[in-house]
């Protein structure tokens, strides 16, 4: 099964950069941007990695952000997380970046999208590695930034295909954000929305019918609602699960009560993904060993989920087309 899950081509949905910031990579920058941060040696930093909820992760991260300064400092973070994805066989990526983190701090939004985007680039180049741009709002800050922000992002539109709205879910609810969505999508953006991953299911509501999302991040507590799960299997939106992330937040107790499965089973277009890999201990198959071992998924349900990915990624047609050609090949060598 291991070697399965490793050979398929597989998508990821749902990646913030900023938590895609391994440690090593860290102390580097850091060093040479001469900034302090609180660790001296990795130890001490998988210490600290441990979360009892979304917001003693949080605190930890946007620290962690803060050692990234030069357009250089975005490349090496977006090149480390490509070469991720090349070893565990990501071939299309919709990577998230949250840029008022970055501009709160003084960083220009054009020194984070340009060190992105070269890294996007060289990652097509090197790797053949095809990927999106989320441009993710900060739900803990006002619409008010996030309209400066979406203001920001319009020189730089061509490159951004979707906007998403992250951070601390309880006490933000999506309709906070109602009025820079509309602005958003009318720019061409497509809207998704972290919900349901501690906020209530009525946040995931909110999500679909204010902010009307093509996708829901996380969305886990969905099952808490019959009606809500219906309506999302009517309206064919996929969610986009993170089981470690799940797991170190504290949303999933154990593994083995991950709900994965019941999403599937209910009908809805469930992916895997691995949110923040550097901080919740996974990347990609990491994630998918993860669940298909804690619920015994068979070969099907794995297929099922990847297959997902690709198709309710905002991939064009043509390219999903090739990509499902793609892991039917290997499906059928491993048939075999
Ligand atoms: N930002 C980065 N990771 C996040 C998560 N899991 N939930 C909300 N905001 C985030
Ligand atoms: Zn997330």
């Not at 998508?11 to 850091?30: D, N, T, V, W, Y």
């Not at 040479?32 to 949080?58: G, H, M, W």
């Not at 989320?134 to 922000?149: D, G, K, V």
């Not at 170190?248 to 083995?256: K, S």
Request: glycine letters at 4%; charged letters at 25%; one cysteine or more.
């Amino acid at each position: 099964m291991q070697d399965f899950i490793a050979a398929l081509p597989k998508a990821e949905l749902h990646l913030h950069i900023e938590g895609s910031f391994e440690p090593e990579l860290m102390f580097e920058i850091a060093q040479r941007n001469k900034i302090e941060i609180p660790y001296k040696t990795i130890e001490e930093v998988k210490k600290a990695y441990q979360f009892s909820c979304l917001q003693d992760f949080l605190d930890i991260y946007y620290a962690g952000a803060g050692v990234l300064i030069h357009e250089n400092d975005f490349y090496d973070l977006a090149m480390a997380y490509y070469q991720k994805c090349y070893e565990n066989n990501v071939i299309h990526t919709e990577i998230m970046f949250d840029p008022q983190t970055h501009t709160q701090r003084g960083i220009a939004f054009e020194i984070v999208i340009n060190g992105l985007q070269k890294a996007r680039l060289d990652a097509k180049e090197k790797w053949g590695i095809n990927s999106l741009f989320i441009m993710s709002y900060l739900r803990h800050l006002s619409e008010e930034s996030a309209f400066e922000t979406l203001k920001q992002s319009l020189p730089y539109k061509d490159l951004i295909t979707s906007v998403g709205l992250d951070s601390s879910e309880m006490g933000n609810p999506p309709a906070k954000f109602k009025n820079v969505f509309e602005a958003s999508v009318k720019e061409g953006y497509i809207p998704v929305a972290h919900a349901g991953e501690e906020g209530p299911a009525d946040y995931i509501r909110e999500a679909i019918d204010i902010l009307k999302v093509a996708r829901i991040d996380h969305g886990n507590r969905c099952l808490e609602d019959e009606n809500l799960v219906q309506e999302i299997v009517k309206r064919d939106l996929a969610l986009t699960v993170c089981p470690l992330s799940n797991l170190e937040l504290r949303n999933t107790d154990v593994m083995t009560n991950h709900p994965l499965k019941k999403l599937l089973d209910k009908g809805i277009k469930a992916t895997v993904n691995s949110d923040d890999p550097a901080y919740f201990g996974g990347y990609m198959n990491a994630n998918f060993e993860a669940v298909q071992e804690a619920l015994n998924l068979s070969k099907e349900d794995i297929i099922t989920l990847v297959k997902n990915s690709f198709n309710y990624s905002f991939a064009t047609d043509e390219q999903k087309k090739t990509y499902l050609e793609k892991v039917d090949e290997v499906v059928n060598e491993f048939a075999k």
